[in-house]
C-alpha cells in the first residue's frame, strides 16, 4: 500500500488526497486500455469478415460517428458511473447528440471527459491512428490523462505530480537531458496541423485561413516576406489527442489547431502539460503574453517540453516558440456560446 | 524444405526459381527487420541519454542524413554482398555522396534498393514514423519489399506471388472482401501527401502546386469550380515508404507525391502490387491512360487494392479514382536526366 504523503507536501490536487489521486490514475489506465480494446477487437472482426462498419454522418460527409463510438462511450460511461457516481460525466458522443454547444464543464465538480474513438475517420479506414482519450478535470484543468491507440500499442499516460509515461518510457522520450528548442525556431521544429472537417469554399474562411498559415510555416525563411517558418517537417495524423501525445512524447515540437473540442484534448493536455509542454491559444496575442489555453476553446498551441539552453529557460524558450507561430498564423474563427 | 513448383506453373520472376525467390525474400525480411533494430538502439540509446544525434545536412536545412542512416546502410550493403555477391547495390546514403543524379538501375541486373533510414527528420525528433526500406528489383520491377517501422513494431512484407503482409495480417486488411473504391470518389478516401523538402517561394513553384492541389482535393465538392475532391482526410506521415505501405494496407486510399527517389518507394511499390494496389504517374495524363509509374520517375500516384462493385471490375475502379485525382492536381517538376 502506498505511503500517505507527507503532511508538509499539500496534494498535488486540491481537494483529493494522493491516495484518491493514485486509484482515480490506475484506473483511468485500467479503463483507457480496456476501452481501446474493445476498438480493437472491432477492427479486428472486420478484418477477419465477421463484422462490418456501421457509420453515419453527423455534420457533414466527413463528419462521422461509429457504432464503435457509441459502444465504448456506454461502456466507459457505465464504468465511470459505478466507480465513481458523484463525478460529473462528459462524451462525445452523448453529447453530440444534444442541441447545445454550450461549455458543460463545472468548474467546481471533478469532471471525466471522454472521447471515446478520436480519429474516427481512421478508424474506419483501419488506419492505426486511432486512440481512446479519457482525461480527468479537477477545477476546469486536466490532471488525469490516458490516450491509447491499440493499432499502435502506444498508451500515453500522466497524472499531475507523477510523471508522463508513453507505455513504460518517460515523456519527453529524449529527458536526458530535456533538449532545448531550436535558437531558430520554427525551423528546425516538426509542426503538426490537421485540415479538419471545414472544407467549405468560403474566402477567408478557416480552410484558407489554415492552409495559408501552413504554407507560411513550411516555406523558406526569405519566402513570404521574410515571414517563412522552414519548419523541419509538416504533418498531419487525423487524432487531435495523439497530436498532443506525440507533443509531450517531443516527437511533435509544435501543435497549432483550432475547431475541435474539449473530449479531444482533456486528456492530451494533461500529458502534455505534467511532460512539460504547455499549450495556448491558436490566436496570435497582439500584447505577447502567453495565457493558458481554455479547455473548452477550440482554439489550440502546444509547444514541447523544452530545457534550458544557455541563454534562456525552457519557459522562455517555449514562450518565444509561440510568439514565433503566432507571427506566421492567421486568426481562425471557431465560436461557442459563453466563451 | 519447400517443394519445388510444379512443372506447370512458371516461376512468378523470370530467372529465378520459386527456391531461389523464397530465400531471397526471407533474407530480406531478416536483414531488414536488424537494420530496423539497429535503428530503434541507436533511438534507444538516445532516449537514454547515451547517445547522441550526429546528423549534417544536404541539400538544405530539411534535408538531412544521421549517422544512423550511413552506419544501417553500411551494415545492409555488407550483408548483401556477401550473401549475393552477383546482384547490385543501390542504397540511398552512397548514391547521394556521388554528384550524378543518373537513374542508376539496370534494367537486366537483380538490384537491392535501400533506404537505410526513410522518414530520417522523424527519426531526429523521435517521432515514430521511420522506417528501413529493402527492396529487391528484378527486370525493373519490385519483386520483393520489406518496410520496417521498429518504434511503430509495424512490418510490411511482401514477394511477388507470395501475398503481403503488415506483421502476421493480409494486406490489404479488410480483404474479407476487399472493399470497393467510393463511388463518389475521391469523396470517402484518405488522401496521403507530403510537403516535401523544396520550400522555395517561387510563383507556381512545387510547393505552390503542390498546396493548391491539396487544397483542392480537401474543398467540398461545389468548391473550386466544382473540382472540389472532399476526401475523408488528408494525412502526412513524413515518409513515402510508410505511406505506400499504409496505401497497401488500405489505410490510405490515395498517395499522390513528386520529389522522391526510387529507395523511398521501391520496396513499397512491391508491397502495393502484390497486395492489389496500382501505381502510376503524379501527372495527369491527356488521353486518359494509366500507365505504370516508371520506378525512378519521381512522380507517383498509388491508389489502394479494390474489390469489384456492381458496375465495374476493381481495376476499372482503381484507374477511375486515378484519373478523378489527376483532375485535380497540378503538374510537379521534379526533372532527372535520362527520365
Chains 1, 2 share one sequence.
Not at 516527437?251 to 505534467?274: K, M, N, P, R, T
Request: hydrophobic share 35%; glycine share 10%.
Amino acid at each position: 500500500m502506498a505511503s500517505s504523503p507527507s503532511p508538509s507536501s499539500p496534494p498535488a490536487v486540491a481537494g483529493i488526497s494522493d491516495n484518491e489521486l493514485t486509484a482515480i490514475y490506475d484506473f483511468a489506465v485500467l479503463l483507457t486500455r480496456e476501452a481501446g480494446q474493445r476498438l480493437a477487437e472491432g477492427a479486428r472482426q472486420r478484418m477477419q469478415g465477421t463484422a462490418t462498419l456501421d457509420s453515419e454522418e453527423k455534420d457533414n460527409a466527413v463528419d462521422i460517428v461509429t457504432k464503435a463510438d457509441e459502444d465504448v462511450e456506454a461502456f466507459v460511461k457505465q464504468q465511470i458511473s459505478t466507480r465513481y457516481p458523484d463525478h460529473r460525466f462528459l462524451g462525445e458522443e452523448s453529447y453530440s447528440k444534444g442541441q447545445s454547444r454550450d461549455y458543460l464543464v463545472d468548474s467546481e465538480a471533478p469532471t471525466w471527459i471522454v472521447d471515446p474513438l478520436d480519429g474516427t475517420v481512421n478508424y474506419t479506414h483501419l488506419c492505426p491512428m486511432y486512440c481512446v482519450s479519457i482525461g480527468f478535470v479537477v477545477g476546469g484543468r486536466p490532471v488525469v490523462g490516458v490516450v491509447y491507440a491499440p493499432m499502435l500499442n502506444q498508451l500515453f499516460h500522466a497524472c499531475r505530480g507523477k510523471g508522463a509515461y508513453l507505455n513504460e518510457d518517460k515523456l519527453p522520450l529524449l529527458h536526458s537531458p530535456v533538449p532545448p528548442l531550436p535558437a531558430n525556431a520554427p525551423s528546425g521544429c516538426i509542426f503538426s496541423c490537421e485540415w479538419g472537417k471545414d472544407r467549405r469554399d468560403i474566402p477567408d474562411g478557416n480552410l484558407a485561413r489554415k492552409v495559408e498559415s501552413f504554407v507560411t510555416m513550411a516555406t523558406e525563411r526569405s519566402g513570404k516576406g521574410g515571414r517563412g517558418g522552414m519548419v523541419h517537417g509538416v504533418r498531419s495524423m487525423g487524432s487531435a489527442a495523439l497530436d498532443l501525445a506525440y507533443t509531450a512524447a517531443g516527437s511533435f515540437d509544435i501543435w497549432w489547431e483550432g475547431g475541435c473540442w474539449e473530449w479531444d484534448v482533456a486528456a492530451g493536455i494533461a500529458i502534455l502539460e505534467e511532460a512539460g509542454g504547455i499549450i495556448t491559444t491558436a490566436t496570435p496575442q497582439e500584447d505577447g503574453t502567453v495565457p493558458d489555453a481554455h479547455l473548452g476553446g477550440r482554439l489550440y498551441l502546444a509547444i514541447r517540453p523544452a530545457g534550458p539552453s544557455d541563454t534562456e529557460t525552457g519557459r522562455e524558450a517555449q514562450e518565444r516558440v509561440v510568439r514565433e507561430v503566432w507571427k506566421r498564423v492567421a486568426v481562425l474563427d471557431y465560436t461557442r456560446p459563453g466563451i
